[in-house]
């Protein structure tokens, strides 16, 4: 049986990702795992995360788990979600925090003169507002096994400010547009990590992580 852990370092949806990943693969142990020996005996590992990279960062390290962290993302299949994603790249402008290096790149915050601001006068509707909150669609680039059964152009369900922006193109599996166009998914051997929310992400989420359980890199 599939064993997987969900790592709780104490900045994450873990509950909702927990919820959702039981009702795609109610055959598999699905676990929220707050020790590293219970992410190293699991057979995959969910890396989410939410709030500030800064927080995010430091409570990863008080938490004991980083290097748990790194051993999964070396030898087993991780699935990284939202700041999940973003703390496996090298730094993020957000707090000009360094993060866990496994991918080269940075984080970027969305910026230029089409996002309002807090200095923007009232009535300038039209700007794009940050966070982006809500449905986009995602643009597949290349194919991969967790978007099987999942159509090019599906919309997923997304709330962020910030996104990744990978030195290798090669990485990016997945972009969505708000303003400009960014990767919102990237993947390479084991790791597959998303900007978006599958767990609220209707049938679309739930497959993603249905091939998440089934997939063999």
């Known amino acids: 049986m599939n064993s997987i852990a969900i790592i709780d370092y104490g900045m994450g949806n873990f509950h909702s990702v927990a919820r959702a990943l039981r009702a795609a693969a109610p055959d598999a142990d699905i676990r929220i795992c707050r020790q590293a020996k219970d992410i190293d005996s699991a057979t995959r590992v969910v890396f989410p995360g939410q709030g500030a990279m ?16 790194l051993r999964a993302a070396a030898t087993k299949p ?14 993020s402008e957000e707090g000009n925090t360094a993060c866990l290096n496994i991918f ?3 984080v970027k915050r969305f910026s230029g003169p089409q996002y309002a601001s807090a200095s923007q006068p009232v009535g300038a509707e039209e700007l794009l507002k940050v966070p982006h909150m809500g449905w986009n669609s995602v ?26 922006q ?3 193109p090669d990485l990016t599996v997945g ?8 990767t919102c998914a990237v993947a390479q051997d084991n790791i597959f990590a998303v900007q978006f929310h599958p767990e609220k992400s209707a ?7 249905r091939n998440f359980v089934d997939w063999n890199p």
């Open 78 to 91: 991780l699935l990284g979600v939202c700041v999940g994603e973003q703390m496996l790249f090298s730094h």
């Open 139 to 164: 643009t597949q680039t290349r194919p991969h096994p967790l978007w099987a059964g999942i159509s090019d152009g599906t919309h997923f369900y997304f709330v962020h400010s910030y996104y990744v």
């Open 104 to 106: 080269p790149g940075q």
């Open 54 to 69: 800064l927080d995010c960062m430091r409570t990863l390290d008080e938490s004991g788990l980083k290097e748990a962290v």
């Open 203 to 209: 049938e679309a989420g739930l497959r993603l992580y």
């Open 175 to 182: 972009t969505a547009h708000y303003g400009v166009s960014f």
């Open 166 to 168: 990978p030195s290798d």
